[in-house]
């Protein structure tokens, strides 16, 4: 069974800085493109960054130099800076990954449960 876990959330105030991570456990041949979302109530979800297995990256708009994403091929894990961090930035991020599967060769979009990111002014 493949699984997300992400961990790095909480309340910062603005200005602040925060780190998110998500790692990708189980049955993993290899990983495709790794990216965050996130969903504030009442709101659509929205694409935050993605990078691809060759480590091309894409952001929106509304987070572009502030935020940064990588990853760490050998850990199954990416991760998402946050810097400079603002009111508007209060969500909960979701981080996905896509995964071939071992044996089957199955290729699956997976999502982690998310994370609370709190931004205070």
């Known amino acids: 069974q493949v699984q997300l876990v992400e961990s790095g959330g909480g309340l910062v105030q603005a200005g602040g800085s925060l780190r998110l991570s998500c790692a990708a456990t189980?049955?993993?041949?290899?990983?495709?493109?790794m990216g965050w979302h996130r969903q504030a109530p009442g709101k659509q979800r929205e694409l935050v960054a993605d990078?691809?297995?060759?480590?091309?990256?894409k952001y929106g708009d509304s987070v572009k130099g502030r935020f940064t994403i990588s990853r760490d091929n050998a850990k199954n894990t990416t991760y998402l800076q946050m810097n400079s961090l603002k009111p508007e930035d209060t969500s909960v991020y979701y981080c996905?990954?896509?995964?071939?599967?071992?044996?089957?060769?199955?290729?699956?979009?997976?999502w982690g449960q998310g994370t609370q990111v709190t931004v205070s002014s």
């Open positions: 996905n990954a896509t995964i071939v599967m071992r044996v089957s060769f199955t290729r699956m979009d997976y």
């Open positions: 189980g049955s993993i041949f290899s990983i495709g493109a």
């Open positions: 990078i691809t297995s060759g480590g091309n990256t």
